[in-house]
């Protein structure tokens, strides 16, 4: 087995970007996720409310982010010293703003007055300790630092499927190829170059699922969640690809060896 590709998501619900490699910190890959939008409340909006975010892409350069809005540009988006409080999920956290700008092209965009929030180092938000062990930081990821996806069961769902989807859909973070579908649900961990993962829970999927990437245009036939639905539904939602916790610095890279680990124990 082996890494078949890497994505990393500087803008939650953003359109993200096809990477050769990914650094990683302690919230998991570098970059990833530490921008967010929020409403007036200060509460979280995703693809599930406005699929249109999809069309949104965004660029990673220096450490410099930027999105790029249709028909509007590419704008950069920069930490302002004004702080607000930012929920994602049950969480809330102190976010600094973005500067001016950006966030108004975006909200006319959407035509919906949004912000952009940025989540800083001295800002702590963990994941659910029962799954990731106590105190593991996590950007505003929804609930864990990685997403693993198995190619395999790409394929095997596309067979199922009268229009194939991409791995866009599913936003993994680490593509994994050489194995059978659906293997990744008895993997306790693997090992990707030098770094362990901890595979902590399978992913329930949402509506984002049915998001054409390049459109932002949900299906009306909600596919492929409703095919998934037939045959991966679960107590806690309907699966796809597992969450997962690093212990190590990486880097991780495209072509890295995957090998699965047996112990998969958060120490």
């Known amino acids: 087995m082996q890494v078949d590709s890497l994505f990393v998501y500087p803008v939650k619900s953003l359109a993200g970007i096809s990477v050769t490699s990914l650094t990683l910190d302690v919230r998991g890959p570098a970059y990833d996720r530490r921008w967010m939008i929020v409403d007036d409340a200060g509460c979280f909006v995703t693809q599930r409310e406005r699929p249109e975010l999809a069309r949104i892409t965004t660029a990673l350069s220096d450490g410099q982010v930027s999105i790029g809005i249709p028909g509007v540009g590419d704008h950069p988006l920069r930490v302002s010293g004004e702080r607000r409080n930012a929920r994602v999920w049950r969480d809330w956290v102190k976010a600094c703003r973005a500067e001016p700008g950006p966030a108004q092209i975006l909200s006319d965009y959407c035509g919906q007055s949004l912000d952009l929030v940025y989540m800083p180092d001295d800002s702590r938000r963990t994941a659910e300790a029962h799954y990731a062990g106590a105190g593991q930081p996590i950007g505003f990821a929804d609930g864990f630092p990685f997403l693993i996806v198995n190619r395999a069961s790409l394929d095997e769902l596309n067979r199922r499927l009268q229009r194939s989807v991409d791995i866009r859909r599913f ?65 806690d939602g309907v699966m796809f690809g597992v969450n997962a916790v690093h212990q190590g610095a990486g880097p991780v890279r495209l072509g890295d060896p995957v090998i699965v680990d047996t112990r998969g124990v958060i120490e």
């Open 171 to 235: 936003r993994p973070n680490i593509v994994v190829s050489g194995a059978d579908a659906w293997a990744e649900d008895h993997w306790p961990g693997i090992i990707v170059g030098l770094v362990a993962f901890n595979l902590v829970k399978p992913c329930s999927r949402c509506l984002i699922t049915t998001v054409d990437p390049d459109s932002g245009v949900r299906a009306e036939d909600l596919q492929p969640l409703r095919t998934l639905g037939t045959y991966r539904r679960q107590p």
